[in-house]
């Protein structure tokens, strides 16, 4: 039986490969870091009880920052295959701890190459590495395929640059089977809450329900290609089934803009929106609503709508979510994955956007439920 390990398995893809890699008959292994309170909502309908023989599905304790734990761990479970998907993966958050993302990001990737050299397991251990389009960054050149040249514009990014190049390294000094996917922003209904795909999808189903009445964003203007999370875990796995190590974009070569999200979810919520000013003073104003599209959301749930009105302006942009230097555009061409490893994305953007929006939904009109029954719903949103 094959076994994987997967740092990163309680956040967004960790979630997804998990999935797929248990699926597919692997015992999975997933280190998880020790927090204040409960942090593994999005892989609890996989836990498997420690107490019960033949488990397909572990989690250990560990962090990147720590070498001797994560050298501990691989020792023990000596897997086929890693994947290496933890770390700060906020890219604004990166300007706040950039020595944090930096450890965990880079010196993290070459501290788990490093295990699989000390222990010896250059021949028997695969690894792929959770590259990004934000390498890119300032693009030199559109679409970005494997060949553009990179040019980083975050800490975040510069961690990420280092990972990336310390895999070919020792891919070509040790033989180490190495991948490194270089993905595009990728999401579903558990992106995590403060990205803007989430947020926006996750804002509007509260505004539909009236338990918000704005959201906040910053640049309306940023374009990215957005595929689905479950696709793009497929193709981590597949990079690792080749006869030979090699880096692949992963993309879906369609570009939206932030603003053209807010249109397509708010939408589906039956929200229809005129934008007024740019930049800084931009304001995106209700137009019209159909109560229709709301209901067949909702399908049948409780939970009174209370839709906003027209002349209600219910996206704002604040300053404070702008970088301090921007990826202004992004669109990724996937060309060489399709062809080498016959890799083509199932779900569309507009599916995507409708789970996700459902998804949200479906979480407000329980908090609107429970609001209207007298108990209290907190909220943190940023
Ligand atoms: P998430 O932010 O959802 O998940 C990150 C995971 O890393 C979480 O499990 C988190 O744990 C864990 N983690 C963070 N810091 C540490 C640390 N010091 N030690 C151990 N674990 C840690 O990211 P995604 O699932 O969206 O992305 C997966 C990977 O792919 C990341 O490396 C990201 O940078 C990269 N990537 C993502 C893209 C995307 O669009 N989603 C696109 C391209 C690359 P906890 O739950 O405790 O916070
Ligand atoms: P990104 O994703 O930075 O591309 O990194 P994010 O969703 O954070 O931003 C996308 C674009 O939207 C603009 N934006 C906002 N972003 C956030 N988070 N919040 C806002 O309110 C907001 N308003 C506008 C941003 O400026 C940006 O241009 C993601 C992460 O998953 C990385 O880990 C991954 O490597 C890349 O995708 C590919």
């Known amino acids: 039986m094959k076994k994987a390990l997967i740092t990163g398995i309680t956040g967004q893809d960790g979630a997804y490969l998990a999935e797929f890699l248990l699926n597919k008959g692997y015992e999975v292994h997933g280190i998880k870091r020790r927090a204040s309170s409960f942090n593994t909502d999005r892989i609890d309908h996989l836990y498997q009880d ?44 990166s300007f706040d701890s950039p020595e944090y993302t930096a450890n965990t990001d880079a010196l993290g990737t070459l501290r788990i190459l490093e295990a699989i050299r000390i222990l010896g397991l250059e021949k028997h251990t695969r690894f792929y590495q ?39 390294n020792y891919r070509e ?63 981590q796995w597949l990079m690792l089934q080749q006869e030979h190590p090699e880096d692949f974009v992963i993309a879906t070569g369609r570009q939206h803009s932030v603003r053209d999200f807010v249109n397509i ?33 909702l399908n049948g749930k409780s939970g009174t709508a209370r839709m906003p009105s027209p002349g209600d302006v219910i996206v704002e942009v604040d300053r404070r979510y702008f970088r301090p230097t921007e990826v202004e555009t992004l669109l990724g061409d996937p060309s060489r994955a399709k062809e080498k490893l016959g890799w083509t994305p199932r779900i569309s953007f507009e599916e995507m956007v409708r789970e996700m929006v459902q998804t949200d939904v479906n979480i407000a009109a329980r908090d609107r439920v429970c609001l209207d029954s007298g108990f209290t719903v907190f909220e943190y949103n940023d």
Request: overall charge neutral.
């Open 173 to 235: 000094a040790y033989g180490i089977y190495g991948c490194n996917g270089i993905l595009f922003n990728h999401e579903s209904p558990v992106r995590g809450e403060t990205f803007v795909t989430r947020k926006i999808t996750r804002a509007l189903a509260r505004i539909a329900l009236g338990l918000q009445q704005k959201v906040y964003l910053g640049n309306m203007n940023a374009k990215r290609d957005w595929g689905h999370a479950r696709d793009y875990v497929e193709m």
């Open 50 to 93: 420690p107490h019960v023989d033949g488990r397909k599905f572990i989690l250990h304790y560990g962090d990147l920052t720590d070498s001797t734990n994560l050298i501990r761990i691989i020792q023990e479970v000596r897997p086929h295959e890693i994947y290496n998907l933890a770390a700060q993966s906020h890219v604004k958050v």
């Open 265 to 297: 979810s708010a939408a589906e919520v039956g929200i229809f929106l005129d934008w007024q000013g740019s930049g800084a003073e931009e304001k995106g104003v209700v137009r019209a609503v159909d109560e229709t599209r709301l209901a067949a959301c």
């Open 130 to 168: 959770a590259s990004t389009s934000e390498l890119f960054g300032q693009v030199q050149e559109i679409p970005q395929k494997e060949t553009t040249p990179f040019y980083p514009r975050s800490p975040y990014a510069c961690a990420k640059l280092y990972a990336y190049w310390i895999t070919v």
